[in-house]
């Protein structure tokens, strides 16, 4: 049976629109190729974009064990950051506009020139980025429970909603990135800490991966855009009046706050 992208990606969009959980695509298919998904998440995406959306960056996800634990899904997924999802410098997340919200720590890449793959290392990643900065993911599963498979969440545009976005960088080489170490503290509370090792053992790979992935598809990251590496922690849920704090070595300290 073939899958009508168009109208898994309509059905995703109205979960947004109308702030509810729906059921997981793969409850009600026989099966969702990887292909697939991605196909429905560019649809998503097209979608976003036909609203007067831009891009203004990229993603990957699940790219820790802390997260492939947490949501019991144990590979890499890719998205994409439209610009109306990036916050302000309030950091103050709308509730009334998302569904089940968690938020997530993040390191995040800005770039200085395009990066395509294949054959992108690491060391060319970071020739390519302008600085690194901290923030906070925002994820929201448009699933019910929070929960999903693989194809599922990569549909689901890997549960983007929002990111706050620190203002102390550093450039590439003025820190060791697997050491950059991160204390996650909600409502006060330490609820994770993580070095950049975390992710995949360098987040300058996993840059590298989400370049050599998006080349297989004709497609690459742009000057300008931000990525962010994946969180190195487990997500917590994002509440009225919780206040939740990423502080990282180098790259400064990045909150949010979820207002009813
Ligand atoms: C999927 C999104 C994962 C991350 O940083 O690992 C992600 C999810 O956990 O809902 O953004
Ligand atoms: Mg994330």
Known sequence: MSIDHAHWANY?????????????????VDELSLDDAYAIQAALLELQ???GDTLAGAKLGLTSVAKQEQMGVSEPVYGWVPA????DESGEVSLGELIHPRCEPEIVFILGDDLAGPGVTAADALDATEK????IEVIDSRFE???FTLPDVIADNTSAARVAIGTDGIAPGEA???TLGCVFEVDGEITGTATGAALLGDPAACLAMLANH???HGQKLEKGWLVMAGAATDARPLGAGTIATARYS???TVTVKGKA
Request: proline share 0%.
């Open 250 to 252: 180098h790259l400064g």
């Open 132 to 135: 690194i900065v901290g923030g």
């Open 145 to 147: 429970k929070f929960s």
């Open 12 to 28: 995703l969009m109205s979960a947004v629109d109308e702030r509810r959980d729906v059921q997981a695509i793969t409850k009600q």
């Open 214 to 216: 998006l080349g297989k």
């Open 176 to 178: 060791d990135l697997t």
């Open 84 to 87: 109306s999802t990036v916050l």
């Open 49 to 51: 974009l036909s609203r």
